[in-house]
């Protein structure tokens, strides 16, 4: 199993920038398959971004394609969202997510078995 736990999530205006930190407990982190998905106010939960599990696939949405990069320091047991040009639709409760099933990147949240608490991002215009 592993425990995720995010942080760096925090209010920002319009067209700033955000680095957001997932640290997962365990020692088989880099066997995991690892996503960033929000969660707006009324709102489901969707799909932000996602990387295999050596790193080499990286799939984004539409939504933040360009703007949005995840990566992952295997030797940290952190995976990273580096969120620029932050707009209002931005806001949400950010998760990350992760899973072993899949050597690749997935962006349907029913592959992940594993999800952080989530912190919150919100975006002032």
């Known amino acids: 199993q592993v425990q995720l736990v995010e942080s760096g999530g925090g209010s920002v205006q319009a067209g700033d920038s955000l680095r957001l930190s997932c640290a997962a407990s365990?020692?088989?982190?880099?066997?995991?398959?690892l996503g960033w998905f929000r969660q707006a106010p009324g709102n489901l939960r969707e799909f932000v971004t996602a990387?295999?599990?050596?790193?080499?696939?990286?799939y984004y949405a539409d939504s933040v394609k360009g703007r949005f990069t995840i990566s992952r320091d295997n030797a940290k047991n952190t995976v990273y969202l580096q969120m620029n040009s932050l707009k209002p639709d931005d806001t949400a409760v950010y998760y990350c997510?992760?899973?072993?099933?899949?050597?690749?990147?997935?962006?349907?949240?029913?592959?992940?078995?594993?999800w952080g608490q989530g912190t919150q991002v919100p975006v002032s215009s």
């Open positions: 990387i295999s599990w050596r790193g080499g696939t990286t």
């Open positions: 365990g020692r088989t982190f880099s066997t995991y398959s």
């Open positions: 997510a992760a899973t072993q099933a899949l050597r690749s990147a997935s962006d349907s949240e029913f592959h992940y078995s594993y």
